[in-house]
């Protein structure tokens, strides 16, 4: 546990859940908090916590228990990939929305995995005498080996359980997570994106948002209540602790905190490391995914069937690739290198203040300076191959799964159905080009050279790109498609595409008999795959020496985590998919001079937003009609106005604004719809739980601001927004619009 005598900062930081101290505890109850931590959290406790209804899906997103039948609440864009799973041209539940009016209509999401934490264990000083005994007797071994012992050590303890270990501050401590897994997971409920993404990528990283991002599972059990495989005959979980749903709202500066599993964080980085990232990294990967976006838009925009199969891949791409642009804006309007570099001169004078500690890290940011500054070209080189031929198109996987699997066609048959050649076609061409455009030949393969050579116009010194990717794609069998048959065993690479041969799987290494190409002879599989990676890394290792750069990057982190603690400064550790806990309070935003955002969005924004001709701004007839009307029905009493409940004139709000929403001049509804606090989160707390000062369920984080797109690297106080849909309007949607009567009644409304 983190010492007591560190004060905790007040608003920054992503708290490890067992390491709420006295100190801690003391500014969260400064702040508002009405409940005491163990509360929040006690592994030793006899009862439950708030802990136990956190639940983390997969360790992509975090959900919550909210009802006695093992209903879990999260986000919508948490259950994307399964709701266009089970999506069909003729029932599109991503366009239409999954509403399981019956307990039977819940569907399975095979694959889908709930983690409950039962307990978090300091194992560090277990760690360092594996290692220690691993190093006495002369073996290999890394975190990867060391974490497979000591996990198969803690699975023979606690069999029940699953065991996870985390390295936090580079080794300084060591975690071992416990969690209790159930993976007969349904679907139960998830409104239309029209309504949960109301505003698509053009208000994503915004404020204010008017977006209803929420999605309900529910949670199977064997009958006695443990984890079983999917089976009709289990039953909905009876889980230790739900959490209580509150309708009071809440108002600027109220305590709010929330619990969750953040995915990554580099706020223990060097200026070095960042610089790389700001001046080398984003700004090419940035560059190649704006590049596939506009590809696929175009191609969504004019036909439905390539939205459907494309709208999850698009919806991943197009969220990196705002984050990634927006880290870059914030690194350079906040300062954050200059910042580190700062850190980094009190870090040079307390490392020199001591013999032992100059001993120990006298070179040490030198040395990283002149490493990262030795790398940096191969770097970009090594981006530009990643960003191009390995995530270029799903053609890539699909060479890849060819090279790697030994399964053959079987590996690639899933790819092959959830996408589109003509899209696939125009992603590679444009892939191919950036990257012969832009990674030095000396990484290319022989026969990039050879195209390139044919296709150059020795006169002028120009390159036919397009012919030379037409040449490359219409040669190849890959692109041919499937026959319909294709989801039988035995299928084989022929001249034509791919064709039915005896019945055996077809590996990289095996020559068809019937004359057909190698995998390996494949235009479009030698363009994608026989890149000299190797040389990538061998110069890494050449230009890097010895000690490396990760091996620098770790005792960086160590002799700041030490002058920290010798300082007396708040330390916790960089997000890594362990449960955390962070907390703040409502409060406006003030994104740039002159300009304040409120804290709480309305409907009555949905209604000023709409635009029928935008796809992300277009309301269904029926929804429009419901916020219109402000006829809200019970949720209406949720409303207070100067303390008392509302009526139905009280909860709209009269619209002066002028222009296009004058033209309508009509009263606006109120009704709340998202809210901002400051709450400190990244990746991963998607759909956490935001909780009052009582630990009752307010709302579901989805998002973040512009403005703290720089946080995982550093923390700027005043800027750093917590978005979240507000749970009336979550209840709203489901009572007014989807009239889900039975969960309703089962959430005890």
Not at 304 to 324: D, H, I, M
Not at 514 to 532: C, H, I, N
Request: hydrophobic content about 35%; proline content about 4%; glycine content about 8%.
């Amino acid at each position: 546990m983190v010492s007591s005598a560190l004060a905790a900062s007040a608003d920054e930081g992503m708290w490890m859940i067992n390491a709420i101290d006295r100190a801690l505890e003391k500014n969260m109850k400064a702040r508002g908090l009405k409940m005491g931590a163990r509360e929040i959290y006690d592994a030793d406790a006899k009862g439950t916590t708030l802990s136990d209804a956190v639940v983390a899906l997969d360790f992509g997103c975090t959900g919550s228990i909210i009802s006695d039948e093992g209903l879990l609440i999260t986000n919508h864009h948490c259950a994307y990939a399964d709701i266009h799973s089970i999506s069909t041209p003729q029932r599109n539940y991503l366009e239409d929305g999954f509403w399981a009016f019956r307990s039977e209509d819940e569907r399975y999401i095979p694959g889908k995995n709930v983690f409950f934490l039962k307990r978090v264990l300091d194992v560090t000083d277990e760690v360092n005498a594996l290692e220690a005994k691993l190093r006495e007797e002369g073996k290999n071994f890394g975190m990867r080996k060391v974490s497979y012992i000591l996990e198969k050590e803690y699975k023979k303890q606690y069999p029940e359980y699953e065991a996870y270990l985390s390295s936090m501050w580079a080794g300084e401590k060591y975690y071992m997570a416990l969690y209790l897994v159930y993976n007969d997971i349904r679907l139960v409920a998830a409104p239309p994106v029209s309504i949960a993404a109301f505003g698509g990528d053009v208000d994503n990283w915004e404020w204010p948002q008017h977006k209803c991002d929420f999605a309900m599972y529910r949670v199977y059990a064997g009958a006695d209540g443990k984890p079983a495989a999917h089976s009709a005959e289990n039953v909905p979980l009876k889980p230790e602790r739900k959490l209580k749903i509150s309708t009071k709202g809440y108002k600027p500066g109220d305590f709010n905190m929330v619990i969750g599993f953040p995915g990554r964080t580099d706020r223990w980085s060097s200026s070095f490391k960042l610089e790389e990232q700001k001046d080398v990294t984003l700004p090419v990967s940035n560059k190649v995914r704006g590049e596939q976006m506009a590809i696929a838009e175009k191609w969504m925009n004019a036909d439905p069937q390539v939205r459907l199969k494309y709208s999850n891949w698009y919806f991943g791409l197009s969220n990196v690739q705002e984050l990634n642009e927006g880290e870059v804006l914030c690194y350079n309007r906040f300062n954050v290198v200059d910042d580190k570099r700062t850190q980094e001169s009190e870090l040079a004078e307390w490392i020199a203040a001591a013999p032992e500690r100059t001993a120990k890290w006298g070179s040490l940011l030198s040395e990283l300076s002149a490493k990262y500054k030795a790398v940096e070209d191969v770097e970009r080189n090594r981006t530009w191959f990643r960003e191009t031929l390995v995530r270029g198109s799903r053609m890539s996987l699909i060479t890849a799964r060819l090279k790697n699997s030994l399964n053959g066609i079987k590996a690639v048959i899933p790819v092959y159905k959830e996408i589109d050649m003509r899209v696939e076609k125009e992603l590679f061409a444009s892939s191919a080009e950036m990257f012969l455009r832009n990674v030095d030949r000396e990484y290319w393969s022989d026969s990039q050279k050879e195209l390139v050579e044919h296709f150059t116009d020795h006169s002028t010194g120009a390159v036919d790109y397009l012919a030379l990717t037409d040449s490359v794609w219409n040669g190849s069998c890959l692109t041919k498609g499937l026959p319909s048959s294709s989801d039988k065993p035995g299928h084989k690479m022929g001249r034509g595409g791919f064709m039915q041969g005896k019945e055996t799987e077809y590996s990289p290494e095996e020559d068809n008999e019937k004359g057909g190409a190698r995998y390996s002879d494949d235009p479009l599989f030698r363009f994608l795959q026989d890149v000299k990676i190797t040389v990538f890394n061998d110069r890494l290792k050449a230009l890097e020496g010895h000690p490396s750069i990760l091996a620098l990057d770790r005792e960086y982190t160590h002799a700041l985590y030490e002058m920290r603690l010798d300082k007396g400064t708040p330390v916790y550790p960089n997000a890594n998919s362990t449960m955390r806990i962070t907390y703040g309070t409502v409060g406006d935003l003030r994104p740039r001079d002159a300009v304040r955002c409120g804290w709480q969005s309305t409907v009555a924004g949905v209604l000023e937003k709409h635009d029928p001709t935008a796809y992300d701004f277009c309301l269904k007839p029926d929804w429009k009609r419901l916020l219109e009307s402000g006829d809200f029905g019970r949720w209406s009493s949720t409303i207070k106005v100067a303390g008392k409940a509302a009526s139905k004139s009280a909860v709209r709000e009269s619209s002066k604004s002028t222009g296009k929403a004058a033209a309508s001049a009509k009263a606006r509804p109120a009704f709340p719809v998202d809210f901002i606090n400051d709450c400190d989160i990244t990746g991963g707390n998607s759909g956490s739980p935001v909780l009052n000062a009582h630990g009752e369920l307010i709302g579901l984080a989805f998002d973040g601001n512009k403005e703290s797109l720089a946080s995982d690297a550093s923390y700027t106080p005043g800027y750093n927004k917590c978005v979240c849909v507000d749970i009336r309007y979550i209840l709203l949607t489901l009572d007014r619009y989807a009239h889900l009567d039975r969960i309703l009644t089962e959430l005890g409304f």
